[in-house]
């Protein structure tokens, strides 16, 4: 097939190199600020003006037919308002606090003009203008350069990256750059320890290996610092301090304000970017809910969710998506397995009634038809399990529950099982630098009475392209202690080092 890559060549034709920089520059989040200095009405730091464009889904890539000219770049995407710095509440209280919020920026601002600058904080800014300067230098020489030599243990090559040239140097240059100071302050288990199996298995790994002595991404100089880490647990505070009767939500906000006031009172650091440059991490549903109590955290502060959903004002501008992982026991051997090489079911799912979207697929295809098994849980008489049944399936469904995320995206991936993604308002993973098209099929509800045509026009030849490429990513997803270059853990900080180069602290 002329119109599916070899997997394996890195280099590009020149129509192919400007197909991807054209689609590189709309498309990667940290771009944005390099072609856009254009500030907010926060005059402590600037964001990009709009969030990248997401492209539906489409199977062009996988046509025989040549590639066409490139044509001119599309119209500027339209803002979605869940996703504007301050955006508009219909909720009085909400709205109340937003104005309250741009008040005192405002306040903050004026106080801070004329004041002495911050020699660290003017240093921090100078290197992370030179790290910019040089991922926009890696976007021109994209076109015709191999990876870089110094890399040569892995390179990122090939169609499931938006530009791996240019992932290649901003990863680089985090390795070589950035520092994270993790607060020291609170006690175990609410505070420096989470959960590191079942499905929030990812906020207790994530905590345990920056925390690691191993870690060189760690500082214990909180001058030298580009990120500080507030290391609460949303999963333990309700763990631990939630009452199931009196179900009072507002633990969260006494525990995590208190904790935001301590090293707000103790050290100058949040107050000197009012928690621009600070980050959370939370893989329970309940995550963005937490931030609502401390609102600097809220609006300003990264925010680090397995529950990226725009509709609840997730902001891809400057919060992070990072994929959920089920660990039923926290065993991280043999999370990847071949399966069979000659798949006989053609899509699979197996899951509760969680929300509309699996409603809509059980409506359709539940013990309807003999190549789309969909069932509410494996039968017990079945000769296969779970993780089997993914196996000897060509594509696996991983639709959205109650919340956007679903760990069943990177169990499929794990199973070298192409990823049928159901969702909505659902940022993935590490999509600054991964494009989802290339490795997954991606549906709407309305979509999914037609998945059976739909993959029958995918064909046999371009399933196959799919789940090479899969097997490609799964490097990504791999939980590793210790962590190896470009798995989940250090792609998850490459995605906070973005949203660092996002900003501009200006002192």
Same mark, same amino acid.
């Given at each position: ?10 280099? =590009? ?22 072609? &856009? ?41 339209? %803002? ?43 240093? $921090? ?11 926009? &230098? /890696? ?9 870089? /030599? ?6 990122? !090559? ?34 420096? +320890? ?10 207790? @790994?994530? @905590? ?12 214990? &100089? ?28 507002? =633990?969260?906000?006494?525990? $995590? ?7 707000? #009172? ?16 939370? !893989? ?9 109590? *401390?609102?600097?955290?809220?609006? %300003?502060?990264?925010?680090?969710? !397995? ?17 959920? $992982? ?5 065993? @991280? ?16 799912? #197996? ?5 509309? $979207? ?10 309807? &038809? ?24 060509? +594509? ?21 099982? =192409? ?34 045509? @739909? ?9 196959? *392209?799919?789940?090479?490429? *899969? ?6 997803? =791999? ?29």
């Amino acid at each position: 097939m002329r119109g599916v890559v070899v997997e394996g060549l890195c280099r =590009v034709t020149k129509s192919q190199s400007i197909q991807i920089l054209t689609f590189t520059t709309l498309a990667i989040g940290f771009l944005a600020l390099l072609t &856009d200095t254009s500030t907010t009405n926060l005059s402590l730091f600037s964001l990009p003006s709009l969030p990248w464009a997401w492209n539906p889904s489409s199977f062009s890539f996988l046509s025989s037919a040549p590639s066409p000219p490139p044509s001119p770049p599309p119209p500027p995407p339209t %803002t979605n308002p869940n996703m504007d710095l301050y955006p508009t509440f219909t909720n009085p209280k909400k709205q109340k606090a937003v104005e309250k919020l741009v008040k005192d920026l405002d306040e903050e601002t004026m106080m801070r003009r004329g004041n002495e600058r911050d020699k660290n904080m003017v240093k $921090i800014e100078a290197d992370l203008a030179t790290a910019r300067a040089l991922i926009k &230098d /890696a976007i021109f020489k994209s076109r015709d350069s191999p990876p870089l /030599a110094q890399d040569a243990d892995y390179f990122p !090559c090939g169609q499931i990256y938006r530009n791996s040239y240019v992932f290649q140097r901003s990863y680089m240059l985090m390795e070589k750059m950035m520092k994270i100071y993790v607060y020291e302050e609170g006690e175990p288990p609410l505070f420096h +320890y989470g959960p590191t199996k079942n499905i929030y298995s990812t906020e207790g @790994i994530f @905590i345990g290996l920056i925390e690691s002595n191993t870690s060189h991404f760690r500082t214990h &100089d909180p001058n030298q610092a580009h990120l500080y880490f507030l290391p609460f647990s949303v999963v333990m505070i309700l763990q631990h301090l939630f009452d199931p009767v009196e179900r009072d939500k507002a =633990v969260l906000g006494r525990v $995590i304000g208190d904790y935001i006031a301590t090293v707000s #009172a103790k050290y100058p650091y949040w107050n000197r970017s009012l928690g621009a440059d600070h980050f959370m991490l939370s !893989c329970h549903d309940w995550g963005p809910r937490a931030t609502w109590y *401390v609102h600097h955290l809220y609006f %300003t502060s990264i925010r680090a969710l !397995c529950n990226a959903n725009t509709s609840e004002f997730f902001n891809p501008r400057k919060d992070v998506s990072f994929p959920e $992982i089920n660990l039923p026991v926290g065993d @991280i051997s043999g999370l990847t397995t071949p399966g069979s090489p000659n798949r006989t079911i053609l899509a699979f799912f #197996a899951g509760r009634l969680h929300g509309k $979207i699996r409603k809509s697929i059980f409506e359709h295809w539940k013990e309807k &038809d003999k190549d789309i098994i969909v069932w509410e849980e494996v039968p017990k008489e079945s000769k296969f399990s779970y993780k089997e049944m993914m196996g000897r399936s060509k +594509y696996c469904i991983c639709p959205s529950g109650f919340e956007v995320a679903s760990p069943r995206i990177v169990e499929a991936i794990y199973a070298e099982c =192409v990823p049928i993604l159901v969702s909505e308002n659902y940022v993935l993973p590490f999509s600054d630098v991964l494009d989802w098209d290339k490795f997954s099929i991606q549906v709407t509800v309305a979509e999914l009475p037609e998945l059976k045509r @739909i993959l029958a026009a995918v064909g046999d030849d371009g399933y196959m *392209v799919l789940r090479r490429r *899969v097997k490609k990513v799964q490097h990504h997803f =791999v939980v590793n202690d210790p962590p190896k270059r470009y798995d989940v853990f250090n792609m998850m900080l490459h995605s906070l080092w973005l949203r660092r180069l996002n900003l501009r602290i200006n002192m």
